[in-house]
């Protein structure tokens, strides 16, 4: 770590010892690809089972995605540093709502992981480590652990998610269950990610929302924090909002959480947030009934809302709990990446040595598209399925069982649900017997 303690270019990065500020080549443009035709058989389909063309991906896998969790590492050290339980859920709600911050505007698909991939991340300038693997490939299954290198956290959890498409957008319904645990307090909250929904596929501007209920459960006190991510609504006005309450173990409202989910959380006073709220909606209301116009947004949901939509209002009292650190100027550029998942993909001599055969910087189609090559990237890619598809047959004709390396099944302790967990042993560098998978 830097003398200043800030996280600079002398910060190492699983060995990357300068942290990039750009990818090897910028994107390619999808303006002239006819998506309508590549899509137009496969309404109400899981897009999972659909084998799309290369030139919609960015060039990271799924399981490099999910570590974008932990871009704002920062609020689960503030939590755990917390004596306070409420403050403690202020930063674990924050934590939450920042994990899908980084997809906005992300209208890349990230690669399916291949049965048996795996995803690492050491990052003492931001204190934690992280390994993943792809556990499952019908259905897909990432199944992730991380913990703070001081021992202040553990974070875990499954991601299944269902994706379909739904004529003029593409809709991610999250499945599995999230935990965190702070063992200093001897606590554990669990909660499910919002669905998201990616409008205009075919034609028009493309643009995320993030929407549904998300609970977190503090499995030691009771206390829960109720959020909800709300669509777009009419004239826009909903657009990337995101509210709730903190309730204590007998549902009674402690704090206000509002905010957006692209930009920033406050808490407030519950009273104050509910009379303010009433007065908005009155305000609301007035308008609509003085609007003379078409409301574009209303009639037709996939269009994109104005850009005055993006707005927070903050309410006299409010606390900040968390703000989005702004992205690169060149962000546009690259996938729309932000500086952390600029880092993910990158590889060099030293990492290379001790990084298992598996891991998805070893992945030839991902490392072709983040080179510009866009023609090997795709051959790269078809090849990978086919060999995945031949090694699944040969597999049915044995007696072979599929050896699932770093997690395993069993129940949530917290939940009951059943859940993937870490097995352990990954930081061991003993990587004998992995499966040749690329």
Request: net charge neutral; hydrophobic share 30%.
């Amino acid at each position: 770590m830097s003398g200043d303690g800030s996280q600079g270019d002398k910060t190492q990065c699983n060995g990357v010892k300068k942290h990039r500020s750009a990818l090897p080549a910028a994107m390619f443009s999808r303006k002239n690809v006819n998506m309508w035709g590549v899509l137009k058989k496969c309404i109400g389909m899981e897009l999972s089972k659909i084998t799309m063309p290369v030139i919609f991906n960015e060039p990271l896998s799924f399981l490099q995605r999910l570590t974008e969790y932990m871009e704002h590492t920062y609020l689960i050290q503030k939590a755990s540093a917390s004596q306070d339980s409420i403050n403690r859920m202020k930063c674990v709600a924050a934590f939450a709502v920042s994990a899908v911050a980084s997809q906005w505007e992300r209208t890349g698909k990230p690669f399916n992981p291949l049965l048996g991939e795996t995803y690492e991340l050491l990052r003492e300038d931001l204190g934690f480590r992280w390994v993943s693997e792809q556990v499952s490939h019908h259905p897909p299954v990432s199944a992730f652990h991380a913990e703070g290198v001081n021992n202040d956290f553990m974070f875990h959890g499954s991601i299944y998610p269902k994706l379909k498409f739904w004529g003029k957008s593409v809709e991610a319904e999250p499945r599995g269950i999230i935990t965190l645990e702070l063992p200093l307090h001897n606590e554990a909250y669990t909660w499910s990610n919002p669905t998201c929904c990616i409008h205009n596929i075919i034609m028009g501007q493309l643009w995320i929302e993030q929407y549904g209920n998300v609970e977190i459960i503090n499995h030691k006190t009771g206390e829960r924090c109720c959020l909800t991510f709300k669509s777009c609504g009419i004239f826009g006005k909903e657009l990337h909002k995101v509210e709730g309450y903190i309730l204590d173990k007998s549902k009674r409202k402690i704090c206000a959480l509002y905010g957006k989910w692209t930009e920033c959380l406050y808490s407030v006073d519950p009273v104050t947030f509910d009379a303010h709220r009433k007065s908005d909606t009155k305000r609301s209301e007035k308008d609509r009934k003085g609007s003379t116009q078409s409301n574009n947004a209303d009639e037709d949901p996939d269009e994109m809302p104005p850009p005055e939509a993006e707005t927070v209002q903050v309410i006299p009292g409010s606390e900040l709990i968390w703000r989005i650190s702004p992205r690169p100027d060149n962000s546009r550029e690259y996938y729309a990446f932000t500086s952390f998942a600029l880092q993910l993909n990158a590889l060099d001599a030293e990492m290379e040595r001790v990084l298992p055969q598996t891991d998805c910087r070893l992945r030839p189609d991902i490392r072709a598209l983040e080179n510009g090559d866009i023609d090997a990237a795709g051959a790269e890619k078809n090849r990978l399925e086919e060999k995945q598809r031949t090694a699944r047959k040969n597999r049915s004709k044995s007696d072979e069982e599929w050896k699932i390396r770093w997690f395993h099944q069993g129940p949530n302790s917290y939940t009951g649900a059943p859940d993937w967990l870490y097995t352990g042993g990954y930081w061991d560098r003993n990587y004998s017997h992995l499966p040749d998978i690329y």
